[in-house]
């Protein structure tokens, strides 16, 4: 299994470089961290790979076929990404779990399924709050409710930005324990779990400035 992303460049509304000429792949259950100050465009770089923002230049691959190949909600099954922030839906993550199974693109790749409330389980939530409704739900339980559900659908790649930033260190090292067997683009802001977590990792270190020597925008250590 292996994702291909090629020089992928982003601009910004003002027409200048938020990152430039991203490359890299990912090989089996690899976890790739992706880092770098506020704004330098770590989220963006997720997005991209999802194909939920257009991106200027640049090619990505799963398994050498392209998003258009694959089909973007076939691709998205495939490769899921799980926001920072999950938007608050109507009714409960038991409900949401169970409509996604009935998307389309999720019929025609997933035969199976794991059990979303086995897998947060592990990480001490308990099963009634899987009958709660969303906005009734903590940042720490909406955090790890969401990534479970992503898991469930045994997608081949996860794209997290950020996906313990509301857990306290003893369920953070639980969440990380499960990552582990997955293969994973993860944003962190935490050099702890980036050395903890990553095979691989990618620092965008600086917005990218024209004309300027721009091995100081990023930093690929694959
Ligand atoms: N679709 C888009 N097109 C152009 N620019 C965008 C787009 N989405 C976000 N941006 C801009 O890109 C910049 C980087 O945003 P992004 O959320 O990727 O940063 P980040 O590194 O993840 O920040 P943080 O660490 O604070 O979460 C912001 O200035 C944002 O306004």
């Known amino acids: 299994m292996k994702l291909k992303v090629e020089n992928i460049s982003k601009l910004k509304l003002d027409g200048t470089y938020l990152f430039k000429d991203v490359s890299f792949s990912l090989y089996g259950k690899e976890i790739i961290t992706i880092s770098g100050p506020s704004g330098v465009g770590k989220t963006t770089l997720l997005k991209c790979i999802a194909q939920l923002v257009i991106y200027e230049e640049g090619c990505v691959f799963f398994n050498d076929k392209t998003p258009e190949e694959y089909g973007v909600p076939n691709w998205r099954t495939r490769i899921i990404y799980v926001p920072q922030r999950t938007p608050i839906m109507p009714g409960t993550p038991l409900e949401f779990?169970?409509?996604?199974?009935?998307?389309?693109?999720q019929q025609l790749i997933n035969k199976f399924y794991d059990d979303p409330i086995e897998i947060s389980g592990r990480w001490n939530i308990p099963e009634e709050l899987w009958e709660k409704n969303w906005n009734q739900l903590s940042g720490g339980e909406l955090q790890r409710i969401s990534l479970a559900i992503a898991l469930s659908c045994r997608p081949e790649?996860?794209?997290?930005?950020?996906?313990?930033?509301?857990?306290?260190?003893?369920?953070?090292?639980?969440?990380?324990?499960?990552?582990?067997?997955?293969?994973?683009?993860?944003?962190?802001?935490?050099?702890?779990?980036?050395?903890?977590?990553?095979?691989?990792?990618?620092?965008?270190?600086?917005?990218?400035?024209?004309?300027?020597?721009?091995?100081?925008?990023?930093?690929?250590?694959?």
């Open 97 to 105: 779990s169970q409509k996604i199974r009935t998307f389309r693109s």
């Open 157 to 222: 790649i996860l794209l997290l930005d950020e996906p313990t930033s509301a857990l306290d260190p003893k369920t953070c090292h639980l969440v990380e324990n499960t990552l582990k067997d997955h293969a994973c683009i993860m944003v962190t802001h935490n050099p702890e779990q980036e050395k903890r977590m990553s095979t691989h990792r990618i620092v965008l270190k600086s917005p990218y400035v024209e004309n300027e020597n721009n091995n100081e925008h990023l930093l690929v250590d694959i």
